[in-house]
């Protein structure tokens, strides 16, 4: 009788206390999933998340962290006016255009291959410190004794019969304008400049020629392809780098050139091992276009000459005033 009146009395009390926790506990999860939402916004329903924005930022390039906040905002407004226009379009049955399908089909190719080279580089060594030293020291023209050139040049595509008669006519003219002139009689189409650039703006294969001009003088250059570029030094200006400043550049060029040597010798290695058949008026193209590698050693050239860098690419300071192809405007000075 004492149990059954105290079971009686306790019974009451602990379907209280079961209440109480079972609302505590539930508003305990709905703050907790307001807190860690991941919409930013409904748009007719549709949630854009949060991911999106940062992923959108993420590719916006010099954000700087005092706007971030601010970025984010007009981020998430300009994917609500896409999402809005998307709503509109599929609506509109654009989503069924052949144009379109085409486009998105394009669009997804492309981002699983590059998806799929990414991963290829993704755990590539990264450059040593002996070997950014040993760039450092081997491209001193880069470097340690990099220049600011003010240079005036003259860009064309022409026949090699006519680049051998080019030559003899550098030593004697006294001007761009002259040589430009003769060109043009012998019926060749010119792009002409002057402009101020750094070492790091000039394709390697010309700059430590370019090095060794003296102010005033003139040189062609073959470029390949049947393109070449008449350069003549106006001024330059010593602007030298220290190593330790050139190093996490040096790094990441490296790193950039050994990505897209990874790149070649993957879609060589894949390419092998496909089926690749060019049909209709492709096929006669292909092979007139593609002659047959003659060897492994020919191969191997053909696939580092793809991979090699042109240019250093990464400048030290404001990015040096452009040629236009206009004429020769007025001489600038590498100031």
Not at 111 to 119: G, N, T
Request: aromatic residues 6%; proline residues 4%.
């Amino acid at each position: 009788m004492i149990c059954e009146h105290m079971s009686n009395r306790l019974f009451p009390v602990c379907a209280l206390l079961l209440v109480i926790l079972v609302l505590t506990t539930g508003c305990g999860k709905k703050e907790g999933a307001k807190a860690t939402t991941q919409v930013a916004a409904r748009v007719n329903g549709d949630e854009i998340t949060v991911h999106q924005v940062n992923y959108a930022l993420s590719r916006s390039q010099n954000v700087a962290p005092e706007v971030a906040a601010q970025a984010k905002r007009e981020i998430l407004d300009r994917l609500i006016d896409q999402n809005l226009a998307r709503q509109k379009a599929i609506a509109s049955g654009l989503d069924r255009s052949p144009n379109v399908v085409q486009a998105i089909e394009a669009a997804r190719s492309e981002i699983l291959a590059r998806a799929y080279l990414e991963q290829v580089t993704a755990n590539l060594r990264r450059p040593s410190t002996e070997e950014t030293r040993d760039y450092y020291g081997k491209h001193s023209e880069l470097f340690a004794q990099r220049r600011v050139f003010s240079l005036e040049e003259l860009v064309f595509t022409m026949k090699d019969d006519v680049a051998v008669e080019l030559r003899g006519q550098l030593s004697s003219a006294r001007s761009m304008q002259e040589i430009a002139n003769w060109l043009q009689s012998r019926g060749v189409k010119i792009a002409a400049s002057r402009g101020v650039r750094a070492a790091e703006q000039i394709p390697l294969e010309i700059l430590p020629k370019l090095q060794a001009m003296k102010e005033g003088q003139v040189q062609l250059f073959d470029v390949g392809g049947g393109r070449y570029q008449v350069v003549r030094v106006l001024a330059f200006k010593a602007a030298p780098v220290d190593e330790a400043t050139a190093a996490p550049r040096i790094q990441q060029f490296l790193l950039n050139s050994r990505s897209r040597e990874a790149i070649v010798e993957e879609m060589k290695r894949i390419r092998n091992e496909a089926k690749i058949e060019y049909v209709g008026e492709f096929a006669s193209v292909a092979s007139a276009k593609e002659p047959k590698v003659k060897s492994k050693a020919d191969a191997k050239a053909k696939a580092e000459d793809v991979a090699k860098p042109r240019a250093f690419k990464y400048s030290w300071e404001v990015e040096a005033q452009p040629g236009k192809s206009v004429g020769l405007p007025e001489e600038p000075s590498p100031k």
